[in-house]
């Protein structure tokens, strides 16, 4: 067969080869797992969650979510990152061919050790397991399949508008929910300066959520924020002198993608 036959039938061979969803020389983007869903047909049973984004409607991340396994999720660290998932077709007959979703990391899917990792404990070490908000989940599988293998790459997270900040906590100790984050979607670092104190490196506490110490209440606040991706980006006084604890302000900045 000359080059220019062999040319002409690569569209086809990589169409054939859809159901692992890897060219040739791209093994490495794409990662074995399993997958399965919870929360209900409207995702309301999704809300909350270990990386403490409450309301996923309200904050933006809807229903295209996913519960990480803890091998993924890092202790908390994977919060906010977007995945690509595909349900490995050529391993399963429940899968719907050709389709794939973007889900966001929101929550943890605590290990059962009281189960074997091969027959119901889907989350146990060092198993990389997806449990998927139920609207998710039937972009890319039959519902009464209930667990399937998938393929999955990190994506970078599109957003809307820019990073939001939400004040918890009380008194001198500030509670910092960081999100609607773009890019690489989880945060590495974060410092917080106020008006009348010098620039402070903040702790994470759980999940998205930072802490500092320091009495800030009266203060304007300025953020600035590490993300896993290593692009730093600082929000000027995003948060006014007049702040109240449960209060939420949305910048005009955004990481890229």
Known sequence: MDVHRALSLLPFVVAAAASRFVAAGAEDEWSKATATF?????????????????????????????????????????????????????????????????????????????????????????????????????????????????????TPCVKQGGVRFTMAGANNFELVLITNVAGSGSVKAVWVKGTNTDRMAMSRNWGVNWHSLAALVGQALTFGVTSTGGQTLVFPDVVPAWWKFGQTFTSSIQFSN
């Open 38 to 154: 919870y929360g209900g047909g409207d995702a309301s049973g999704t809300m909350g969650g270990a990386c403490g984004y409450g309301n996923l409607y309200w904050s933006g991340y809807g229903t295209n979510t996913a519960a990480l396994s803890s091998a993924l999720f890092n202790d908390g660290r994977a919060c906010g990152e977007c995945y690509r998932v595909t349900c490995d077709h050529g391993a399963s007959q429940w899968c719907l061919q050709g389709k794939s979703v973007t889900v966001t990391v929101t929550n943890l899917c605590p290990p059962n050790y009281e189960l074997s990792g091969d027959d119901g404990g889907w989350c146990n070490p060092p198993r990389h397991h997806f449990d998927m908000a139920q609207p998710a989940w039937l972009q890319i599988a039959v519902y009464k399949a209930g667990i399937v293998p998938v393929l999955y790459q990190r």
